[in-house]
């Protein structure tokens, strides 16, 4: 239903060009949740930006539908907006705190004028409030942000968007600054988005094993490129790339599947500059050979929902 195609994002900053976007193409089907991880600086948050046409890129398009966003204009710009929606990592800062939560779920429906009356308002805003786990309902909507835990802000977060009637959100870390014991929990209502209401997920994280429970299929990105990618028991079960081996090995905590011990790749500490042409992980990367340094490898298939960028395949 959306797709990245060769998206190419510069930020120039002192002189130094950094490709927060190096060629990425990506997809996300209807009623799925697609998983994007890699290590902070490597490019998700410029990724999902751009998807929902919060960045231009320099290059590459975004379709929708089949349509291209970043020449949607007028009403089909609006319906864009309304339908694509993104939960950030922090709460505090997404929403107004000065406003009752009740407000701050039907801020986006006046926007878009879609209650005709103030009880329809209520009901929609009740109903989103209830099927994001907060109840009484009555008594949430007539909370402050500050009378809140950070994980009751973030639900009110995702009522916000889910008022709206999306048919995709990026929820861009949407439980790391949350406690351990309630990240499930809020994983949970994401998975209840796509089972029940039928809407499609980026899910951008740093942390690998936050996939494991709720991705259909994971993207690895390493420096503005994506470097491998497949269905979630594929890149978890079976992961190719010594970047991504090494990112499920430095899961912290024990993975009761067990898929964590079963990879103990050593990084190798950075010993040379990156030569500006070959892989660019091959500094760190202990299998490195000649070919790494010469030229950076393609993504290409190993199976049919299994894809990765190394020479080693
Ligand atoms: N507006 C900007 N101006 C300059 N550089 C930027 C800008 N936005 C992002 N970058 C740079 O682009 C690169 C990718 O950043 P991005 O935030 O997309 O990565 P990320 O994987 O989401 O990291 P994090 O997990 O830390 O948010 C980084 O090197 C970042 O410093």
Known sequence: MIEGKSLRVYFKS??????????VNVSVKDKEIVGIVGESGSGKTTLGRTILNLQRPDSGEVLWNGKNVFKLKGKEEKEFRRQNQIIYQNPYEAVDI????????????RVHNI???????????????RDVGLTPEEEYAKSLPNQLSGGQLQRVAIARALVLNPSFMVADEPVS???????AGVLDIFKRLRDER????MMITHDISTLGYVADRIYVMYQGKVIEHGSTDAVLDKPLHPYTQGLISAVPIPDPSGR?????????????????KGCKYYPKCPFAMASCREKEPE???V?????????LY
């Not at 002192?14 to 060629?23: E, F, P, W």
């Not at 000065?98 to 429906?109: H, M, N, P, S, T």
Request: charged share 30%; aromatic share 6%.
């Open 98 to 109: 000065r406003l009752k939560v009740y407000d701050i779920v039907a801020e986006g429906l």
């Open 115 to 129: 209650p005709k009356n103030r009880e329809e308002e209520r009901k929609i805003v009740l109903d989103t409030l």
């Open 299 to 301: 993504l290409s298939g």
């Open 14 to 23: 002192r002189d130094v060009l950094v490709k927060a976007l190096d060629g």
């Open 198 to 201: 039928g809407i499609s997920i």
């Open 260 to 276: 964590a011990s079963l990879f103990s790749v050593k990084v190798k500490e950075e010993t040379e500059p990156y030569n500006g």
């Open 303 to 311: 199976s049919s929902d299994h894809y990765v960028a190394c020479f």
């Open 177 to 183: 600054m949350l406690d351990m014991s309630i990240r």
